[in-house]
């Protein structure tokens, strides 16, 4: 599980991997399941005096992080809490305990699961479903759940290969799968305090403070989001403590080394990454790694994300393949660091350059040539780039492929295919196309049949709005809405009476 491997480490000190080495063992005492089991007393918000028994995994700035048996955290002021005693605490979930929790949590009738390995693998259903439709809720499951353990699979082979300090999962892992949008909106603000990227620019995450992973069922048709959540969820349950300072750059730049194929997963860290490094080249230099490096905030903002994660992606990349023994030392440091810790901008970037032993200016510099030269040892060679005016849309388990040109006189014309990516049921969709001078086009799709793929007709963009959101002149997005096709939604926008443009709101 460890390998101080004093030959291999030239350019380390003997001292710094002792170092290292009482640090990693320190961290594992704390993950295992000898912490301390106590019950905590403290006050809540109205003058209430609340017991809870609880594991503390670690204090900070203030407050104390108190392990559920569920696993979830509970996020306590130190001043608030006026006793603990000592105790053998509660015992830990396992896999049939989670689920009724969760059933209860989101609905008996609206809920259905798959245990399996070290997985709870939950759907949350928008209303019922008909008997008929639960053969093909079981198999959504089923595929759902293969697909976990084979993340599960592919990140431990990685993590072995680079010598990670690895302990095995002290909670059942959850994912959980939302039907509707807007209930996966409304759990999201709950579950992030509204903190972070807006629930709207969001398909799935991981919560460090429940440990679950949710996700849109949408994304689900091609796995990529669940994908790069449950690398997060791997790492906060196997290699890291959850909520310590751990840098995002490096955090999401390991998630993004695994995107690519999607439930496939034949991509890793140790590959080249086709769209990031696509997007890397034509990023070329415009951000400047020290920002990322010092400070997070890029990572939280919905303007800067992209380019944010697109850095973290390089970064990540050239460090796993090309500083090999700095970055495992690395994943070592950051293993032993706390919950709630705290490091300002000059003692992150210290922490790095000490770890790393090489400058950001100069790994920065590098970058470009490294990845050039695996470019073109990999063999990859870049997508053909869309010419004919198309985007692929997926929102509320609606897929929009159109194609949007525009006349010699100025007006866009948009046409397509439009899917409903739904296993269960029979949707209808309200689809437009909006655009930023002001006039949108509409379609409404009645009674599409689940896996079920039809032509949408060609429409100009011709009926007028008054945008909310300012968009370039010349430009169009487009939006999704849907609802069960019984439902009475359903039956309002096949008579004419329909939303109306998105950006109108």
């Known amino acids: 599980m460890f390998n101080m ?26 993950h295992s399941s000898s912490l301390l089991a106590e019950s905590y007393t403290y006050v809540d918000e109205d003058g209430k005096q609340v017991t809870l028994e609880a594991r503390s995994i670690g204090a900070g700035q203030g407050f104390q992080a108190l392990e559920r048996r569920d696993g979830q955290l509970q996020i306590v002021p130190s001043s608030v809490i006026v006793d603990r005693s000592p105790g053998e605490g509660p015992k830990r979930f396992d896999r049939e305990e989670m689920s009724e929790m969760l059933a209860k949590r989101f609905g008996e009738e609206l809920t259905r699961f798959q245990l399996q390995g070290n997985f709870v693998i939950g759907l949350v259903l928008t209303a019922p479903i008909e008997k008929t439709s639960e053969s093909k809720a079981s198999a959504f499951i089923q595929k759902a759940s293969r697909f976990m353990n084979r993340v599960d699979e592919v990140f431990l082979r990685y993590a072995k290969s680079r010598k990670f300090p690895l302990y095995e999962p002290q909670f059942p892992l959850v994912l959980l799968i939302f039907e509707s949008d807007d209930d996966f909106n409304e759990y999201a603000a709950e579950a992030t305090g509204g903190t972070g990227l807006s629930a709207a620019n969001i398909a799935g995450f991981y919560s460090p403070i429940t440990n679950w992973l949710a996700v849109r069922m949408s ?9 790069h959540e449950a690398i997060h969820q791997q790492m906060y349950n196997r290699v890291f403590q959850r909520l310590a300072p751990i840098p995002k750059w490096f955090d999401e730049g390991i998630a993004t080394g695994f995107e690519g194929e999607g439930e496939r997963i034949s991509i890793s860290p140790a590959k080249v990454n086709p769209r990031y490094a696509a997007q890397a080249q034509r990023m070329s230099g415009r951000v400047n790694w020290r920002s ?12 800067l994300a992209g380019e944010a994660y697109t ?3 390089c970064m990540h990349w050239l460090l796993a393949n090309k500083h090999q023994d700095e970055y495992e030392a690395y994943v070592q440091e950051l293993a032993s660091r706390e919950p709630l810790g705290r490091l300002d901008a000059e003692e992150r970037a210290n922490r790095f350059k000490t770890a ?15 990845l050039n030269f695996a470019i073109k040892r990999q063999r990859i060679r870049p997508k053909p780039t869309r010419t004919d005016g198309g985007s692929t849309s997926a929102q509320a388990l609606g897929l929009a492929d159109l194609k949007v040109v525009r006349s010699r006189i100025g007006r866009l014309t948009a046409s397509g295919t439009f899917k409903n990516m739904s296993p269960l049921r029979s949707m209808t969709f309200y689809l437009t196309v909006e655009s930023g001078d002001g006039t949108y086009a509409e379609w409404v799709i009645v009674d599409l049949k689940p ?3 039809q032509e949408i007709d060609s429409q100009q963009l011709t009926k007028r709005f008054r945008p909310a959101v300012q968009m370039p002149r010349g430009t169009y997005r487009v939006f999704i809405r849907s609802t069960p096709a019984d439902t009475r939604d359903s039956s309002n926008w096949a008579n004419g009476t329909v939303p109306g443009p998105y950006l109108a709101r």
């Open 292 to 303: 990322v490096i010092e400070n997070d905030a890029a990572f939280t903002a919905d303007v």
């Open 311 to 313: 850095l973290a992606w």
């Open 451 to 453: 896996g079920r793929r």
């Open 5 to 30: 491997r004093f030959d291999r480490h030239s350019k380390l000190e003997s001292i710094v991997q002792l170092r290292l080495f009482l640090l990693f063992m320190i961290s594992a005492f704390l």
């Open 219 to 227: 994304s689900c048709d091609s796995f990529e989001v669940p994908l």
């Open 356 to 370: 790393l032993d090489v400058s950001i200016v100069d790994l920065q510099k590098e970058f470009p040539d490294a």
